[in-house]
């Protein structure tokens, strides 16, 4: 069965992803006077941004009065062991409190202290009080505020549009093809230029905290396939502990306010077994320490039945439980009739964080394709090996605008459009070499990448299990051509599907390439076969797509360079690893 029929949509900026990074971007967009459009694969409320709870970051000071930008840049730039670009952390440790400003006049009502100040509380490694909140929903009050805007700004939203192309010719970008999710309709949209804000890809792995169907890598292929290149794709973030069960819910967060509040991790011998790890902070240790603890003690065997370890707060009241942790006491009732205050709950770590992505030019957010910008968790550089808890939320927002920016700066300099019929019927066909009998499914498939990717490819590494992942996941790809894709004019499911397995194959072999490449453990990155940070291993990874073999090459480029002034902040710091009363999400 073949389509080539289309409708055409026209703007000067094309936003694809209508979460916090697209929304800002867009907002940008409208307020410089041109035409803007977003695209969205899942509903406008609902996009990862709501699943960001913790807070905002940005350096006021409004408590802890020693607290500045430079404190924020040191931070973020050595918990993200040295490996991020020092000129993207520098734009948001400097930019982030005007944004959290203007987010918060704009409706998104953070907490206040008596003087009318943001209040701000510690949040994982930061030094000082910095992070801003809006009770334990930040990221779903800024979506909130963020749509509103859009809303007031008349700023079209189409979140049933599956984006699976960019445009391409001569390298530049001139727009997008996309399919609505339940009719089959196919649109190609003609922009100036085009922004990515897509999400990143754990929803690759068994156990994350994304939900179905969001977080699949597709902003990663879509940039790949148009000739861009990733960074630091093996850095990716595990939270420690994560629900084990029931299945449909598997990696949702437990928040590390629970340990914070005294929760005590036990194996299935009852032993305390952060003694092993971090004697001195026990339980209070860092979340790249515990995740690893977690993890080990569950694939050496002394995890629960269910693949998990006890995390056990019995020894509180059921008071103080309700009082400092009402969110987690009613999400284990209600998943699992578990009271919390009588039962230890089983966790294991999750995969939470993409910190690779799209290489970009930090200060303008465009890639190496002419017309292509990228902003949000989609694209790399910022939080190098590790990702400092509420810096996300600032990224979607600094970053957004500034590719808002850049996009209508490009747009205004152009003195004319391309466009290639060649480009779109190829784009078309594309998606018609999908829609066909065939003799296996792609959920199965889908469940069973997730599976090689914990296990091959999970908390702790090795080239052994590296390269079988890497196996594995070719032979899946040799079965794309054989899965069976019907659509109707009452659901195309299975098309979205099999361009979220495409896009998620790629980005789970983009990951296991980095991961070959870098022969050390460095922040979220462990290896068994390497266990030591190597002082020979600073660079980044870089991942670029062969467009006519379509495979994947890997190779080495240098750290960017700290500025003298930046490198004075730097020395003489030291990681911030007093984790008490910090372990807030």
């Not at 509103?148 to 192309?165: F, G, M, R």
């Not at 196919?186 to 929803?203: E, F, K, P, W, Y």
């Not at 590390?256 to 005294?262: D, F, Q």
Request: charge should be positive.
């Amino acid at each position: 069965m073949t389509f080539n029929t289309h409708l055409t949509q026209i703007s000067n900026v094309l936003v694809i992803g209508c979460g916090g990074a697209g929304l800002r971007s867009a907002i940008e967009v409208k307020k410089a006077g041109l035409d803007v459009c977003i695209l969205g694969k899942r509903p406008r409320t609902d996009s990862h941004t709501v699943l960001a709870a913790g807070g905002i970051n940005a350096a006021f000071g409004n408590l802890d009065t020693e607290d500045s930008w430079q404190q924020h840049f040191v931070d973020t730039y050595l918990e993200g062991y040295g490996i991020g670009d020092p000129s993207k952390i520098e734009i948001m440790a400097k930019e982030a409190p005007s944004l959290v400003r203007e987010i918060d006049k704009w409706g998104a009502n953070f907490a206040k202290l008596e003087n009318g100040n943001f209040d701000q509380r510690y949040f994982g490694a930061h030094k000082y009080r910095r992070t801003c909140y809006s009770g334990d929903f930040t990221g779903f009050s800024i979506l909130k505020t963020l749509l509103k805007k859009a809303a007031d700004l008349k700023i079209p939203i189409y979140d049933s549009e599956y984006v699976t192309e960019l445009l391409i010719k001569k390298n530049i970008c001139f727009g997008a093809m996309s399919f609505n999710t339940s009719s089959a309709e196919r649109t190609i949209h003609l922009a100036d230029s085009v922004i990515i804000c897509t999400g990143g890809h754990t929803r690759v792995w068994k156990k994350s905290s994304s939900r179905k169907n969001e977080n699949t890598g597709d902003g990663y292929y879509l940039a790949l396939n148009a000739g861009c290149k990733l960074v630091d794709m093996e850095m990716v973030q595990f939270h420690p502990s994560g629900m084990v069960f029931p299945e449909e819910i598997e990696g949702t967060l437990v928040t590390e306010a629970v340990r914070g509040e005294g929760g005590k991790l036990f194996n299935n011998k009852g032993e305390r077994f952060m003694t092993n790890y971090d004697s001195e902070r026990m339980e209070l240790s860092t979340r790249d320490r515990v995740a690893v603890a977690n993890y080990k003690e569950i694939i050496e065997g002394r995890g629960t039945k269910k693949g998990g370890v006890f995390l056990d707060i019995t020894h509180k009241s059921k008071e103080f439980i309700i009082e400092k942790l009402p969110s987690i006491y009613r999400q284990f009732l209600e998943a699992q009739m578990l009271d919390i205050s009588k039962s230890p709950m089983e966790v294991a770590p999750t995969a939470h964080y993409s910190m690779g992505g799209i290489l970009v030019n930090p200060k303008n957010l465009s890639t190496s394709v002419e017309g292509l910008f990228a902003a949000g968790e989609v694209a790399g550089g910022l939080h190098g090996a590790n990702r400092l808890g509420g810096n996300s939320l600032a990224e979607i927002l600094i970053f957004g605008k500034r590719a808002g920016i850049a996009s209508v700066d490009y747009s205004r300099k152009l003195n004319q459009q391309e466009r290639a019929t060649k480009v779109i019927d190829l784009a078309h066909e594309n998606i018609n070499k999908f829609i066909k009998k065939g003799s296996e499914l792609v959920r199965p498939l889908q469940y069973e990448l997730r599976q090689i990717m914990w296990k091959n490819c999970g908390v702790i590494k090795s080239k052994d299990l590296l390269n079988n992942g890497l196996e594995k996941i070719r032979i899946i790809q040799t079965k794309l051509k054989d899965i069976d894709i019907r659509i109707d004019e009452h659901s195309c499911e299975d098309l979205a599907l099999i361009f979220d397995l495409q896009s998620s194959l790629i980005s789970a072999k983009a990951t296991i390439l980095s991961a070959l490449e870098r022969n050390e453990s460095r922040g979220a990155h462990q290896r068994s076969d390497f266990q030591k940070t190597d002082p020979s291993c600073e660079f980044n990874c870089l991942i670029q797509m062969d467009l006519t073999s379509q495979e994947l090459k890997v190779s080495k480029s240098p750290l960017k360079k700290l500025t003298k002034p930046l490198r004075n902040f730097v020395n003489g710091a030291r990681r911030e690893v007093n984790c008490k009363n910090k372990l807030l999400e």
